[in-house]
Nanobody, 110 residues
Framework: VQLQASGGGLVQAGESLRLSCATS????????LGWYRQAPGKQRELVAQ???????IYGDSVKGRFAISRDNAKKTVYLQMNSLKPEDTAVYYC?????WGKGTQVTSPA
């Protein structure tokens, strides 16, 4: 199983980024996948999750700003992040069935 996250970067507050998590080795179409993040000195937290049928769950701090989506043909899950805030600065991880991919850094300076 491979979970390859990409798309992180340095953006100004208020701007947008889209993260991608390309997967391999899983039956993507029936899988629930999630995005988590971990800021320095804080615990890893759920950002968003999407089920095989497209049901979504969001962390309270990102509701209305972030959107998770999936492309079953590309076996990829996305996280569209809008109106970024300094408190969104963290390493973002893709998760599948207890497995973690390498993270991608998102930085939005104050």
């Amino acid at each position: 199983v491979q979970l390859q996250a990409s798309g992180g970067g340095l953006v100004q507050a208020g701007e947008s980024l889209r993260l991608s998590c390309a997967t391999s080795g899983i039956i993507f179409s029936v899988s629930t996948l999630g995005w988590y993040r971990q800021a320095p000195g804080k615990q890893r937290e759920l950002v968003a999750q999407i089920s095989s049928v497209g049901s979504t769950i969001y962390g309270d701090s990102v509701k209305g700003r972030f959107a998770i989506s999936r492309d079953n043909a590309k076996k990829t899950v996305y996280l569209q992040m809008n109106s970024l805030k300094p408190e969104d600065t963290a390493v973002y991880y893709c998760r599948y069935s207890g497995l973690w991919g390498k993270g991608t850094q998102v930085t939005s300076p104050a």
